[in-house]
């Protein structure tokens, strides 16, 4: 059975602190791995991964794909109260499916 | 563009009771889902639609219905509600050509339903 698993589940850091989370995958051929912001609400997109495995930057957010260990991870530097949140990371699976299997997430909070 | 808009955005229902939660997104976008986000989860795939009158399962279906008349619109039919589909409910959409990697999911704010 497909799976995503992440890692840590919930997480406390203080401002500053730099963070890594953790997404691993046993999804066949997937396509691509993506991960989401969610705050109080919907999530919103932050990065999609490829097989290629180029890292992908954003400001103080930065993710890679290890196609190896099958695993990705999301890092975030010099954090601030405004990145507490929800981060989950999702598998596209192989082409024609498009049914997208999210991890469960990984709570995270920064106090100032 | 208001983007992903879904209604109502709270909703409390008696067990056996029905209704639909409607979703419009307005990017022209083929591709549209339902998920639902159980506490302390991850989000779970219900029903997707890869264009107007072109619907699939997802991860967790039953209990559940969708129609897509239109690109615009997809809403989610529940019959017979039970406790168990207490949850919040997302609508999402992407756009995709055959055999692309599908750009990424805009999510509209969800509704919170509740089964007493």
């Known amino acids: 059975e497909d799976k995503v698993v992440q890692s840590p589940l919930s997480l406390v850091v203080h401002e500053g602190d730099t963070v890594t989370l953790n997404c691993s995958y046993e999804v066949t051929n997937f396509r691509s791995l993506l991960w989401y912001k969610q705050e109080k609400k919907a999530p919103t997109f932050l990065f999609m991964l490829?097989?290629?495995?180029i890292e992908k930057k954003s400001g103080r957010l930065s993710s890679i794909l290890d196609k190896k260990e099958l695993s990705s991870i999301l890092n975030i530097t010099a954090t601030q109260t405004g990145d507490s949140a929800i981060y989950l990371c999702a598998v596209d699976p192989p082409s024609g499916t498009y049914k997208y299997i999210f991890g469960t997430g990984t709570r995270l909070k920064v106090l100032a | 563009n208001a983007g992903v808009t879904q209604t109502p955005k709270f909703r409390i229902l008696k067990i056996g009771q029905s209704m639909t939660l409607q979703c419009t997104q307005d990017m022209n976008h083929n591709y549209m889902y339902w998920y639902r986000q159980d506490p302390g989860m991850g989000l779970k795939l219900i029903y997707y639609?890869?264009?107007?009158?072109?619907?699939d399962k997802g991860e967790v279906p039953n209990g559940y219905n969708v129609s897509r008349s239109t690109t615009e619109d997809f809403p989610l039919r529940l019959e017979l509600a039970a406790p168990s589909q207490t949850s919040v409910y997302f609508c999402?959409?992407?756009?995709?050509?055959?055999?692309?990697?599908?750009?990424?999911?805009?999510f509209g704010p969800g509704t919170r339903l509740t089964v007493l």
């Open positions: 490829t097989s290629s495995g």
């Open positions: 999402a959409s992407s756009y995709s050509t055959a055999g692309a990697l599908t750009d990424t999911q805009y």
């Open positions: 639609s890869v264009g107007a009158g072109i619907t």
